[in-house]
């Protein structure tokens, strides 16, 4: 990871911070909303160090020609007028900073081929994913791997259950 973000820090293809003139990483991450995200995005950004502007992606998973028969445009519409609202509400959830700016984006489709445009066209520097919303993406978790591996930027992978243990715990090793 700091290989990559050393490439990233020297590459020409460089956005500063309009405020301090600081490096900006523009990193995408696919989110579905969930409040147990924020503390993990929070340690990630804290962790990465540096002044960074967050685009949350959320993904419709179906687009209309899919289902016209049975969805409208209108149904398509509602459908990401809803995910734009828990977007904007999920974003209020974080604690300002002048090093971090957000932003979101409501898209549809193919979860994996719609974040891999999205990072594509919005010339992101990282794509962060969650370890539990990869899974999320597709009931296969085979689609998590292959948007890892299709991405053409670095991938970073956090979150994830971690557990303790020792002799005081329940766990193995523990009495």
Not at 137 to 163: A, C, H, Q, Y
Request: one cysteine or more; charged letters at 25%.
């Amino acid at each position: 990871m700091a290989q990559d973000l050393l490439r990233i820090e020297n590459s020409n293809e460089v956005d500063y911070d309009p405020y301090s003139n600081n490096r900006l990483i523009r990193i995408a991450v696919p989110t579905n909303c969930k409040e147990d995200t924020v503390p993990e995005i929070s340690s990630l950004l804290k962790l990465m160090g540096c002044s960074a502007w967050v685009t949350f992606v959320h993904v419709v998973p179906f687009e209309s020609n899919e289902f016209s028969d049975c969805l409208g445009s209108e149904d398509l519409r509602y459908a990401m007028s809803i995910a734009e609202m828990k977007l904007y509400s999920f974003i209020k959830k974080f604690e300002r900073s002048s090093d971090v700016m957000f932003d979101y984006k409501v898209v549809t489709g193919n979860p994996v081929g719609a974040i891999l445009d999205v990072v594509k066209k919005g010339k992101f520097d990282v794509l962060a994913v969650k370890m539990g919303d990869i899974s999320h993406l597709d009931p296969e978790f085979s689609n998590g791997i292959d948007l890892i591996s299709r991405s053409e930027i670095p991938v970073i992978v956090f979150g994830g259950k971690t557990e303790k243990y020792g002799r005081n715990n329940e766990g193995r090793g523990g009495r």
